[in-house]
């Protein structure tokens, strides 16, 4: 055997020894993902499915309590690695600038959300059933808007319609307070015969927990079709060219409204704590992370799908 062959033999023996996929395993500097969750329970719940993976993949994800404005800041300073919460077109605004400073777009995680303003549904037999029946109605919704937390890009849209007077709504008080907070008021008035209007969204618990109907009309804030919407995955564009592994999971992994409505109800309804929550619903739908991680590895090169399946059974 000639020395040329021995090497070509050699190096042929190695490669056939190594883990499928090896090539995309990826440095020691990528093992802490850093990932942000603005409070939201939807994002919650992706952020803890994606965790949990990442866990069996032999990472740390690491998850920081953020307003999105504060996520942006921080994707683009390399502070965050990781955000699954980017709705659209709600945070167009937003998130343009950030696109071109150091924030990428992987990709859609969420293909059919929704978000806009809602009304219990005594409100809406009664006739509000546009964002311009509001103001008819002022007195039985003692001129509150109520929504989620300071900082988010629905509740600017909100603030722009209350200070343009759109709808006939100037005059009117937003309520910004926690996702928690907003949805203890919207149960409070189904319980009292009340009428609430807030910010509604799919995926989540409360389009089966209460009696509740969007509103028409808002599409020059929350675009058409009852602010129909996706939601997005960003990263920091150094992150993620250095880490391969990371990279190939993180564009693969998507969700469905059926997923994140069911986890959002063990939250929720459940009382479950999200990483709990995340590892059941992972184990009885195991089908799912054979999309989410084909071709993708530990963080040591090894096949990532037996990994992950056996961090479950822990």
């Given at each position: ?5 021995r ?8 490669a056939?020894l190594?883990p ?7 440095d020691a500097?990528?093992?802490?993902v850093?990932m942000?969750?603005p409070?939201?329970?939807?994002i ?34 390399g ?11 709600a945070?167009t ?32 037999e009664?006739?509000v ?7 008819k109605?002022?007195d ?17 849209n909100l ?38 209007v807030?910010?509604g ?16 009309g808002g ?5 058409p079709?009852y ?13 993620i060219?250095?880490?391969?592994n ?27 704590d ?10 009885d739908?195991?089908?799912l ?8 590895t ?7 799908l037996?990994?992950?399946?056996a961090s479950?059974?822990?």
């Amino acid at each position: 055997m000639t020395s040329a062959r021995r090497i070509l033999f050699a190096a042929a023996a190695i490669a056939a020894l190594a883990p499928t996929g090896a090539a995309l395993a990826d440095d020691a500097a990528c093992k802490t993902v850093r990932m942000s969750d603005p409070g939201w329970t939807d994002i919650t719940s992706t952020t803890a499915l994606a965790g949990t993976v990442l866990s069996g993949l032999g990472y740390t994800p690491n998850v920081n309590l953020l307003s999105v404005a504060v996520t942006f800041e921080s994707l683009k300073n390399g502070q965050i690695d990781l955000f699954l919460g980017n709705w659209m077109p709600a945070q167009t605004e937003m998130v343009d600038p950030y696109l071109k400073q150091g924030v990428e777009l992987v990709g859609t995680n969420l293909a059919d959300a929704k978000v806009t303003l809602a009304v219990n549904h005594e409100a809406y037999e009664a006739g509000v059933k546009d964002f311009a029946d509001l103001q008819k109605f002022a007195d039985k919704f003692g001129k509150s808007i109520y929504s989620i937390e300071p900082g988010s890009s629905a509740n600017k849209n909100l603030s722009t319609i209350i200070g343009k007077n759109e709808f006939g709504l100037g005059g009117w008080n937003l309520v910004e307070a926690s996702e928690q907070a907003m949805l203890s008021q919207v149960d409070r008035a189904q319980r009292r015969g009340e009428w609430v209007v807030f910010l509604g969204w799919a995926p989540h618990p409360m389009n089966i927990k209460y009696k509740i109907d969007y509103l028409s009309g808002g599409d020059a804030y929350f675009g058409p079709n009852y602010g129909g919407a996706t939601v997005r995955t960003l990263v920091n564009q150094k992150w993620i060219s250095g880490c391969p592994n990371l990279q190939k999971f993180v564009k693969q992994l998507t969700f469905d409204l059926n997923t994140e409505n069911q986890m959002m109800s063990m939250i929720l309804d459940g009382g479950m704590d999200q990483n709990a929550a995340a590892k059941k619903w992972l184990n009885d739908n195991p089908d799912l992370l054979t999309k989410w991680l084909d071709g993708v590895t530990t963080l040591d090169g090894k096949p990532g799908l037996d990994a992950v399946k056996a961090s479950l059974k822990g």
